[in-house]
C-alpha cells in the first residue's frame, strides 16, 4: 500500500510556514542592513556585539564577554584579536588569575561609542515600529531563547 502525506503534513513542511525560516531570513536582512551600518565603522557584526558590551562595562574578562553574548573563547579569541590589532581593546592577563584575559577599552575604542551612537536608532527607524512594539518582540525573542536552551 502506497502511503501518501496529508495536505497538513504537506503544509507543516513548507518552507513559508517555518518559524525557523522567518527568523532566519530577517536575521539576514537585519545583518545586511547591520553590515551597511558598520562598514563605516570598520567593524563586523559580532565585533559591534563585543564593543557594546565593553561600553557597557569595560575592563571585564573574555569569559564574562562570552557569558554575555552566548559565545565561547574559542570563537570570541580570534574575534578579540582582531578588535586588538585594530586597536580597539586592549588583551591583558588577569593579575589574580593567569588563566583569565581580561579586555579593556583602549582609547579609540571608547571614541567609537560616539560613532556608534546613531545605530539603534537607524535600527528602530528600518524596522517601522513603534517602541513599545519592539520591547514586545525584543521580550518574546529572549523568552523563545531561554526555552530552546532548556529544550
Known amino acids: 500500500?502506497?502511503?501518501?502525506?496529508?495536505?497538513?503534513?504537506?503544509?507543516?513542511?513548507?518552507?513559508?510556514?517555518?518559524?525557523?525560516f522567518a527568523l532566519y531570513s530577517t536575521n539576514l536582512a537585519l545583518n545586511k542592513l547591520y553590515r551597511q551600518l558598520l562598514t563605516p565603522m570598520n567593524l563586523t557584526y559580532?565585533?559591534?556585539?563585543v564593543m557594546l558590551v565593553l561600553w557597557e562595562k569595560d575592563n571585564i574578562t573574555v569569559s564574562d564577554i562570552g557569558e554575555r553574548l552566548f559565545l565561547d573563547s574559542a570563537t570570541l579569541t580570534p574575534l578579540l584579536k582582531r578588535l586588538e590589532s585594530a586597536g580597539l581593546i586592549n588583551r591583558q592577563r588577569s593579575r589574580q588569575d593567569e588563566r583569565q584575559v581580561v579586555i579593556t577599552l583602549s582609547e579609540s575604542g571608547r571614541d567609537l561609542q560616539q560613532q556608534a551612537a546613531a545605530i539603534p536608532e537607524a535600527?528602530?527607524?528600518?524596522?517601522?515600529?513603534?517602541?513599545?512594539?519592539?520591547?514586545?518582540?525584543?521580550?518574546?525573542?529572549?523568552?523563545?531563547?531561554?526555552?530552546?536552551?532548556?529544550?
Open 1 to 20: 500500500m502506497k502511503k501518501t502525506s496529508t495536505p497538513t503534513a504537506k503544509a507543516q513542511l513548507a518552507l513559508d510556514n517555518q518559524f525557523c
Open 123 to 151: 535600527i528602530r527607524c528600518a524596522m517601522a515600529c513603534d517602541d513599545a512594539a519592539l520591547h514586545d518582540l525584543k521580550q518574546q525573542l529572549e523568552q523563545f531563547r531561554q526555552q530552546f536552551q532548556r529544550a
Open 46 to 49: 559580532p565585533q559591534y556585539l
